[in-house]
């Protein structure tokens, strides 16, 4: 039997193989609206063989997006769709997951494709950014406000208020988005989180903001459904957010009923050398899963059937995330199925190519 292809359960929810789709913005949205767009993107790579198709960084609010065209999840009026796109998730086999995000001081800013400037606040599309400190990710770019203590406030609210509407769309996992230089992880950075209140300085203190967020989120995310944390295991900066630092954080998010650690890493720091290759990420996953004992994500240029089942067969982690390799191949799970020469279901309607 092939480990990629062996079922893992986390608390009620049981996952046919340990393939995930890695959320993957699509900056294809309305006012936060999922569309045409979200439910053949997400759902081909539900027939493709995934076990867990996880939405892109979905915001919390209007002025916790990236751009103007992410998804969101603020407004009741999001939910029909939404609970549209989990119903054929789910029909064809797959888990539906959310990644909850909040952009920080990497919000409003247009597309890739169009060029993925910052948008200043007073122009057509723009928005003022919030961050811990007043220190933008690049010089030349809008400064954040200082989140004040009723902002915070706001923030966590956003948080509870977005994995509720989550549950009652059918969203049967939750991610919270701690990595990539978004506002989670720029609490947790030194580099970015200059405060001199309680959540800064300290570890205990700059890790405090995402432990309130998780308290809270836990007090609408039931018990018996599957709760990530993404975090960037490394600012790959002198004096930044470490490796270190990531497996005491996992050790306190395992303790407080946390269940996998998504383990990414940068995104604080504009311009930081990342030795890039394949698999370059997996070190940080199995390191977290041995020093902590949290069940742990891969995730980094991951793009082969037997590198993947790798990963799983020799302990490094429990799970695979696929972003990039998905987009090329949304098939890829059954592609891999026919090389390791593992079983999984195909959907009825594709049986004859089999
Ligand atoms: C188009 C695109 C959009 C992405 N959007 C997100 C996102 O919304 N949230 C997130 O945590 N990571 C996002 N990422 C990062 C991926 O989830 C993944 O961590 C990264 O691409 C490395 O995996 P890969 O080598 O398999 O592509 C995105 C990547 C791509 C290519």
């Known amino acids: 039997m092939s480990e990629l292809f062996s079922p893992l359960t986390i608390r009620s929810i049981q996952f046919k193989n340990r393939i995930a789709v890695s959320p993957m913005c699509q900056y294809s949205s309305e006012d936060g609206f999922a569309n045409d767009w979200h439910l053949v993107h997400l759902g081909s790579r539900a027939v493709g063989g ?30 029909p769709f939404l609970k549209r796109i989990t119903t054929f998730l789910e029909a064809h086999g797959a888990v539906p997951g959310m990644q909850l995000a909040h952009a920080g001081r990497k919000a409003s800013h247009v597309r890739p494709w169009e060029g993925g400037k910052m948008i200043p606040p007073d122009a057509e599309r723009g928005w ?43 969203f049967k996992v939750i991610e919270l988005h701690a990595a990539h230089g978004y506002l989670l992880h720029e609490f947790l950075s030194p580099l970015s989180n200059q405060r001199t209140d309680q959540y800064g300085g300290s570890f205990e203190n700059r890790i405090r903001f995402l432990l309130e967020l998780l308290e809270r989120v836990q007090t609408v995310w039931p018990p018996e459904l599957p709760l990530f944390v993404r975090i960037s295991a490394t600012d790959w900066t ?18 407080k009923g946390v269940d996998l650690i998504d383990c990414s890493s940068g995104g ?11 698999g370059y990420q997996v070190p940080f996953a199995e390191r977290v899963k041995k020093e902590s004992g949290i069940l742990t994500g891969a995730v980094g240029l991951i793009t082969t059937a037997e ?17 990039r390799e998905l987009l090329r191949d949304p098939y890829f799970p059954l592609h891999a199925a026919q090389q390791l020469e ?3 279901a195909w959907p009825s309607q594709y049986l004859r190519a089999k």
Not at 51 to 72: C, F, Q
Not at 142 to 156: D, Q
Request: aromatic share 4%; hydrophobic share 50%; proline share 8%.
């Open 268 to 278: 604080n720091v504009a311009g930081a050398k990342i030795p890039i290759g394949p």
């Open 128 to 170: 003022q950014t919030v961050a811990p400190s007043p220190v933008p990710f690049i010089p030349t770019e809008t400064i954040p406000l200082e989140l004040t203590a009723e902002g915070i406030e706001k923030v966590i609210a956003d948080f509870v208020a977005a994995a509720a509407r989550a549950l009652e769309a059918g």
């Open 50 to 79: 995934a076990a867990l198709v996880m939405t892109e960084a979905t915001a919390v609010s209007p002025e916790g997006r990236i751009s103007p065209d992410d998804l969101g999840i603020w407004k009741d009026e999001h939910l």
């Open 238 to 255: 002198e004096g930044g957010w470490t490796p270190d630092d990531a497996v005491a954080l996992a050790r306190v998010l395992k303790a």
């Open 307 to 323: 590198q993947a089942n790798g990963i799983i067969a020799s302990g490094q982690a429990d799970l695979v995330l696929l972003a």
């Open 342 to 344: 593992a079983e999984t």
